[in-house]
């Protein structure tokens, strides 16, 4: 982070959020985060689901083995992520979603 940055030194990212409002305004709203720390990157988090990362990955035109996976939370969530160039940011794409309880079968998990 440079200490002189101004808000002008975050168009890149800012120029990338501004595309996807205009090229997809019509999927699920991210949460959005721009940050003088890395002010090429543009992220954008999905709280309500996994199903919402996938319509923003397929949309985006991402491929699916560019993502990753990890459980955090004591294994409650599944965290799903990917990282892409877009309009001139580094684009940075999370999804947060339940781990589906086991399914017990015969009393067994």
Same mark, same amino acid.
């Given at each position: 982070? /440079? ?5 002008? #030194? ?16 019509? +999927?699920?709203?991210? @949460?959005? &985060?721009? /940050?003088? $720390? ?6 954008? /988090? +999905?709280? /309500? ?7 923003? &990955?397929?949309? +985006?035109?991402? =491929? ?11 294994? &409650? @969530? &599944? ?6 160039? *877009? ?6 794409? $999370?999804? *947060?979603?339940?781990?589906? =309880?086991?399914?017990?079968?015969? #009393?067994?998990?």
């Amino acid at each position: 982070m /440079s200490e002189n940055l101004t808000l002008d #030194g975050l168009t890149a990212a800012l120029r990338a959020l501004r595309l996807l409002v205009t090229d997809f305004g019509h +999927l699920p709203a991210p @949460t959005v &985060r721009v /940050s003088p $720390i890395y002010p090429d990157r543009l992220e954008l /988090s +999905l709280h /309500s689901g996994l199903p919402d990362f996938e319509a923003w &990955r397929e949309a +985006l035109g991402l =491929a699916a083995d560019g993502v990753t996976c990890h459980v955090q939370g004591d294994g &409650r @969530t &599944r965290v799903l992520r990917t990282v892409a160039a *877009y309009a001139g940011a580094e684009l940075e794409l $999370i999804g *947060y979603g339940d781990v589906r =309880a086991p399914e017990l079968v015969g #009393g067994v998990a």
